[in-house]
């Protein structure tokens, strides 16, 4: 193994770590939110949508790409006097290290509370991203750990944006027989689809998830694994709720689905020096 420097460039105006491996597979991840932004598998194409309004600053969450969702789900909880989504995905992280093999590479990112997190949320925590690509495969790991006196509940998402060519033209695989609730209608139901298709606004959170999903787009495949994430919140804004974001394109909506592993039905709880770990991955079977 060798330690190496990533390069680093500018995105979205901010300071971005660009990690690749000898095969040619590299990920680029803002330091802001520990947002990855790009993932482009050896010899392949871009495989996550940013949106080409996305904007990223103090306080902004960047549209698009892999936010960090910690320590609540939406405004769900479990703490919900939390701002939405959590603290993680618009503080500043810190590039703590690296390495690349023969055929892979990964970097890790690591955010801890300070006083600013402190005086919303009065914890001790130390969250770690580790982000690895290879040949068609990319690979999440965040780490949770209590550094603290107190114990405290948390749910965590990785809210993966997926480039896709056209919406309706997407098939989604593995969600048969898994309960959901549709945010949108405010029902709660079974999912009877063998393979999920979509026409527009989708709002769903699925619960106890298969570890492995199959997204169709054409005759590109994508396989998408999870581990300590059990549930799947399916998100597309759909043409009206689009056409009302400030950072999306009107038709930004047609060329993007979020498919995130969750853990948002049963919060995790820990005590003082107890940890965490969830993952999500992706392989690109087929272009």
């Not at 405004?75 to 939390?82: A, C, E, H, T």
């Not at 799947?232 to 689009?242: D, H, L, S």
Request: aromatic residues 8%; contains cysteine; hydrophobic residues 40%.
């Amino acid at each position: 193994m060798s330690e190496p420097t990533f390069p680093m460039t500018q995105v979205l105006g901010q300071p971005a770590v660009q990690i690749q491996s000898p095969d040619g597979a590299q990920a680029t991840v803002l330091l802001h939110g520990g947002h990855v932004v790009s993932w482009i598998p050896a010899g392949g194409q871009e495989q996550l949508y940013l949106s080409p309004r996305a904007v990223a600053g103090e306080g902004q969450a960047v549209r698009g790409g892999v936010p960090v969702i910690f320590p609540q789900f939406e405004q769900r909880g479990p703490d919900v006097s939390l701002p939405r989504h959590g603290l993680a995905r618009n503080r500043a992280w810190r590039l703590e290290g690296g390495h690349a093999g023969r055929d892979h590479a990964q970097a890790t990112f690591v955010l801890q509370d300070d006083e600013a997190t402190r005086a919303i949320w009065p914890h001790g925590f130390t969250l770690e991203l580790t982000v690895s690509v290879s040949g068609g495969r990319l690979d999440l790991e965040l780490f949770a750990e209590n550094t603290g006196t107190t114990t405290w509940p948390f749910a965590a998402a990785l809210h993966t944006y997926l480039a896709v060519s056209d919406l309706q033209q997407v098939r989604l695989q593995g969600l048969e027989g898994c309960r959901y609730v549709d945010s949108l209608l405010r029902t709660e139901t079974i999912e009877d689809h063998p393979e999920k298709r979509f026409h527009g606004e989708i709002d769903r959170i699925y619960e106890k998830v298969p570890a492995g999903l199959l997204l169709r787009d054409g005759p590109r495949r994508l396989a998408i694994e999870t581990e300590g994430l059990p549930d799947a919140v399916i998100w597309n804004p759909g043409p009206e709720k689009c056409a009302a974001l400030k950072d999306m394109p009107p038709d930004g909506w047609q060329h993007m689905l979020c498919v995130e592993g969750a853990r948002v039905f049963q919060p995790v709880t820990l005590g003082p020096q107890e940890n965490w770990t969830g993952r999500q991955s992706f392989t690109l079977l087929s272009a």
